[in-house]
């Protein structure tokens, strides 16, 4: 029961701004990734509240999660000729070994730095 109470402060008394526990939002308000699978964007928004919950995941033992008004969204912008083109080179660099030069289907791993087939040479 204190961790429902320490999660909800509607007014933003303790927390600064509206607190709500887990799963337990207003109608209203979105995260970012629900704000995006309706086609909007928060556009500058503040963030108008907060979901938060207790976790022994993290070391301050708090999850938190923004949300947004959807009334002051904004749409998604659409994606311009451009945009494709930086998004396609962007991704072929990704995909290029550094060492042998040769282009893959996969990204290459940032752990590794290069291709599977560089990564297994002594």
């Known amino acids: 029961m204190t961790a429902y109470a ?5 007014t933003g008394a ?3 701004i509206p607190t709500f526990p887990w799963r337990l939002a207003p109608d209203g308000y979105a995260t970012r990734r629900q704000l995006r699978e309706q086609g ?8 108008a509240a907060q979901l ?7 070391k301050t033992g708090v999850a938190v999660a923004y949300l947004y008004r ?5 749409p998604v912008r659409p994606m311009t000729s ?6 396609a080179l962007a991704m072929l660099a990704r995909r290029t070994c550094p060492s042998c030069h040769g282009i893959y289907s996969y990204c290459i791993p940032a752990s590794l ?3 599977l087939n560089c990564a297994d040479i002594p």
């Not at 320490?6 to 509607?10: G, R």
């Not at 909007?40 to 963030?47: C, I, T």
């Not at 938060?52 to 993290?58: A, D, E, G, P, Q």
Request: charged letters at 35%; one cysteine or more.
């Open 14 to 16: 303790r927390h600064g």
């Open 40 to 47: 909007l964007r928060p556009g500058g928004q503040p963030v």
């Open 6 to 10: 320490d999660c909800y402060d509607p």
């Open 82 to 87: 451009r945009k494709w083109g930086a998004l």
């Open 52 to 58: 938060m919950r207790r976790t022994r995941r993290r």
């Open 70 to 74: 959807i009334d002051r969204a904004l």
């Open 113 to 115: 730095g290069t291709c």
